[in-house]
């Protein structure tokens, strides 16, 4: 059974900075391509910044130089760094796992991020 778990949301100031974490078990990391994805209250969920099993990271516009993806596959863990967090940030965090192997994509439950003042 695969399980993806994210950790690491709160609410924080504007300008202020979070590392969000997500943990897999059931799953060979080092054969997914990564992402996070987000949800704003009454948007749809979009993609913020992906990482290949090869190290490759791209990002929304949104967050680019801002945010910073990587991954340790030894410990079946991926990460997301946010700095300079705005209010706009503000959504629901995902975590998402797309094996290369098999095309199935797998999905955690989310830590909510609030960004305010």
């Known amino acids: 059974q695969v399980q993806l778990v994210e950790s690491g949301g709160g609410l924080i100031q504007p300008g202020g900075s979070l590392r969000l974490s997500c943990a897999g078990s059931?799953?060979?990391?080092?054969?997914?391509?990564m992402g996070w994805y987000r949800q704003a209250p009454g948007k749809q969920r979009e993609l913020v910044a992906t990482?290949?099993?090869?190290?490759?990271?791209s990002y929304a516009d949104s967050v680019k130089g801002r945010f910073t993806t990587s991954r340790d596959n030894a410990k079946n863990t991926v990460f997301l760094q946010m700095n300079s967090l705005k209010p706009k940030d503000t959504a629901v965090y995902y975590c998402?796992?797309?094996?290369?192997?098999?095309?199935?994509?797998?999905w955690g439950q989310g830590t909510q991020v609030t960004v305010s003042s």
């Open positions: 059931g799953i060979i990391f080092s054969i997914c391509r």
């Open positions: 998402n796992a797309l094996s290369i192997v098999s095309g199935i994509s797998y």
């Open positions: 990482i290949t099993n090869g190290g490759s990271v």
